[in-house]
C-alpha cells in the first residue's frame, strides 16, 4: 500500500534532480581549482574572490533548494540562469585581456553549465533551451567576443539544456502512463472486491425473494418478478468485464453486447474473444440495441429475445430473435406507418456503411429475427454492388407473404 | 423412481433454498456440500442421481469437483447451476463431463424440469451454453496448427445447435426442421459428447506426454 503510494504521489524527476545537485557540487570544485590557480594572473583577484565566495553561497542555496521539493518551481530555475549569467560576465573585468586572449577559463568555468540542466529539467526542452541560451550569452559577455570557443561553449549549453530537458519530459510521460496504469488495475481491483461482495450478498437475497415470491403467488409473485430482473440485470452487470479498445484499435464484441441482457433478454456468446475494429464494434452495439429496443416495443409485453454472435473466421454474425407477435403480411405497410420500418430501414442503412449484410424474417406469431453478417475485413464492395446484394439476400415478410 | 440429488454451492442461503424447493417437489436431497473436495467425498458415499453444481466455490473450483464426480462415479451426472457469467468456467465444466448447464435465475419449475431430465440421461442447454459450445467448436476448426483429431460438427448439428443458441426449444427445433423431438435431442446430446470424448483424449495425452501417467517411484 505505502509502495503504492509513493509511485503516486513521488515527483518522478527527482533522480534528474540529484544529479543535478551532485553535477553542482562537482563544478563547483573545479571552479575553486581554477580561481586557485589563475587567481595571481588576474586582473582584480580580490574581484575574482568575491565571485567565487557567491558561488559558493549560490551553490549551497541552489543545491538544497533543489533536493528539497520547494526548489523544483520555475522561478528557481529562472534566478539559477540569471544569477549564474551575472557571476559568469562578472569574469569580464576579472580576467586580463591577455588571460582572455589565452582562453584561461572564466572564473565560473564549468559550473555555468548546471542551470541549463536545471531549467531542462523544471520545463523541458524550450526551457532548456533558453536557459543555455542566457548563460551563452553572459559567456560572449564575459568573453567580450564572438569566437570559436565562444560559439563552441553556446551550442554545448543549448545542447545540455534541449538534451536535459527531452530526458525529463520522457520520464514525466511514461510516469504519466506508469499512473493511469496502476490507477486502471486499482479500478479493476476494486471491480473484482464489489462484484465478489454483491453476489455473495445481495444476489443471494434476490435469488431467495424471487423463488419464494413465485412459490408464495399473488402481490408477493409481482415483487419476485421484480426481485428476479434487478437479479439478472445485477449478475449481467457485475461479471462483464469493461469494454476496453486494445492497442490496435481492435475491441472485442462480447462485453459490448452481454451488457444488454436483462430478464427478458439473453446474450450467447463464444467463450473466446470476438476482435472488430472499435469503431464498428460501437456501431454493432448499437444496432442491437436497436433492434431490441424494436423487440420491446412492438412484440408484445411477454416477448423475450436472444442474441446470439458467433465467430465465423471471414465474417461476424449477430442474430437477435423474439419469440413476439412477429409482423402478419397485411400488417406490413401500418407498421411502416407506425415507423416500426423506419427503425429497420435505418438499422440497414448503418449495416450497408459497414459492408456487411442483414436479413429480417418474420411471420405473425412466429417473432422476428435480424441476421447481420458483417466481413471480418471491411471489403470496400462499391455501395451499388451493396444494395444490389442486400436486395438478393433480403427475406423478410414482404417477400415472404 | 425418486431421483436422489446433492446440492454443492457456497453460500448457505442459495444452497438450503434450492434443497428444499427440490425436497418439497419429491426429489431425494440426499446432502449438500459447500466446497469442491467436499461434495467429491460426500458424494462417494451417497452416490447421488444428481449432482447440483455451483462453479464459485469459495476457496476450489467446481470444474475440479466436476471432473472428478463424472470420472469416478459413472451413474452420477452432474448439472452446473451458475451465475450467467461465468462463460469461461461453464464451458470447462462441460468439456469436464457435466451434462447441462441452468443459469441461477431460472424459476423453480425449470430446475425442476432439468433435474428431472439430466436424471434421464438428457442434457440441459441454455441457449448460452449452445453459443458456448458452437463458439468452441468453431475456434478449434480455426486454429492454425489444426488439430487432425479435433471433433466437428456436421452441417445438421450445427443447425440445431444454432436454433438452440438462439432459444428454440427442442420442440419448436423439431416442427422447424421437421424432425423427432428424440431426434433433435439426440444432436445436442452428440454435440457435447463429442467434445467431452475430445477433451478426456486431450488430457489423456497431456499426461502421458508429461510423465504423468506413471506411478511415481517412492
Known sequence: MRAERSVLTRDPVTPMWVGTAGLRVLTYLFALAAVIVHHDDYARPTLGWIVL????????????????????????????VLVTSVLVASSAWILTPAQHAAITPLVTTVWASVPPVAAGVVGGRVAGVAGGLVVAVANGIARQAINTD?????????AAGLLIGMASTAVRRSDERLRLALRAEAATAERERLARSIHDSVLQVLARVRRRGSEVGGEAGEIGRLAGEQEVALRSLVSTTAPESNADGTSDVRPHLQMLASGRVQVSAPATPVMLPAPVVVELAWLVREALENVHKHAGPSARAWVLLEDVGDEVVVSVRDDGVGIAPGRLDAAAQQGRMGVARSIRGRVDDLGGTITLET????????EVRLPRAAEPVPTRWRALMNRLTRRDGGARA | ???????????????????????????????????????????????????LMD?????SSGVDATRQLTGELPGTRVLVLSASGDHDDVLEAVKAGASGYLVKSASVEELVDAVTRTAAGDTVFTAGLAGLVLGEYRRMAAAPE??????????????????????????????????SHRTVENHVQNTLRKLQLHN??????????????????A
Open chain 1, 53 to 80: 565566495g557567491a558561488m559558493t553561497v549560490w551553490t549551497v542555496f541552489a543545491t538544497a533548494a533543489n533536493l528539497a521539493e520547494w526548489g523544483r518551481r520555475p522561478i528557481g530555475a529562472i534566478a539559477d
Open chain 1, 150 to 158: 565562444v560559439v563552441r561553449d553556446a551550442v554545448l549549453l543549448i
Open chain 1, 363 to 370: 411471420a405473425p406469431d412466429a417473432g422476428t429475427e435480424w
Open chain 2, 1 to 51: 423412481m425418486t431421483v436422489s440429488v446433492m446440492v454443492v454451492d457456497d453460500h448457505p442461503m442459495w444452497r438450503d433454498g434450492v434443497a428444499r424447493d427440490l425436497g418439497e417437489r419429491g426429489f431425494d436431497v440426499r446432502a449438500t456440500a459447500a466446497d469442491g473436495p467436499s461434495a467429491v467425498r460426500i458424494a462417494r458415499t451417497v452416490q447421488p442421481d444428481v449432482v
Open chain 2, 55 to 59: 462453479l464459485n466455490l469459495a476457496g
Open chain 2, 146 to 179: 489444426g488439430d487432425e483429431q479435433a471433433p466437428k460438427l456436421t452441417d445438421r448439428e450445427t443447425e440445431v445447435l444454432r436454433l438452440v443458441a438462439k432459444g428454440l426449444t427442442a420442440r419448436q427445433i423439431a416442427d422447424k426442421l421437421v424432425l
Open chain 2, 200 to 217: 478426456r483424449v486431450e488430457l489423456a495425452r497431456y499426461a502421458i506426454e508429461h510423465g504423468l501417467d506413471q506411478e511415481p517411484d
